[in-house]
Nanobody
Framework: QLQLVESGGGLVQAGGSLTLACIVS???????????VGWFRQAPGKEREFVAA????????YYADSVKGRFTISRDNYKDTVALQMNDLKPEDTADYYC?????????????????WGQGTRVTVSS
């Protein structure tokens, strides 16, 4: 079993930046058994949507069109951490952000492909 814990959320003005962190624990060899970690977000009244993902072994990255060029996902396997650097934040980025991990993911944007989820961290962007 893996445990994922997010941190770094908060209140920021439009145009500002935040960095979210996802700490993965519970298995020392997760980079081999759980090859991909993703970030998703869910705004009030909306469905959970894909934000970004990164493979654990060769660092392939994937982004939603809405965040491409503004958000950067990275990982530190020694610290078992996946970070999401968010720049030029907009009010429409306001949501609860979740990290997720999975071992056999064919569609990185599909929530059902991920086996493990964190509890989420809230990001609020004021205009």
């Amino acid at each position: 079993q893996l445990q994922l814990v997010e941190s770094g959320g908060g209140l920021v003005q439009a145009g500002g930046s935040l960095t979210l962190a996802c700490i993965v624990s519970g298995r020392t060899s997760y980079t081999f058994s759980t090859p991909l970690v993703g970030w998703f977000r869910q705004a009030p009244g909306k469905e959970r949507e894909f934000v970004a993902a990164i493979s654990q072994t060769i660092s392939l990255t994937y982004y939603a069109d809405s965040v491409k060029g503004r958000f950067t996902i990275s990982r530190d396997n020694y610290k078992d951490t996946v970070a999401l650097q968010m720049n030029d934040l907009k009010p429409e980025d306001t949501a609860d952000y979740y990290c997720a991990a999975g071992s056999k993911i064919r569609n990185v944007q599909a929530t059902g492909e991920y086996d493990y989820w964190g509890q989420g961290t809230r990001v609020t962007v004021s205009s």
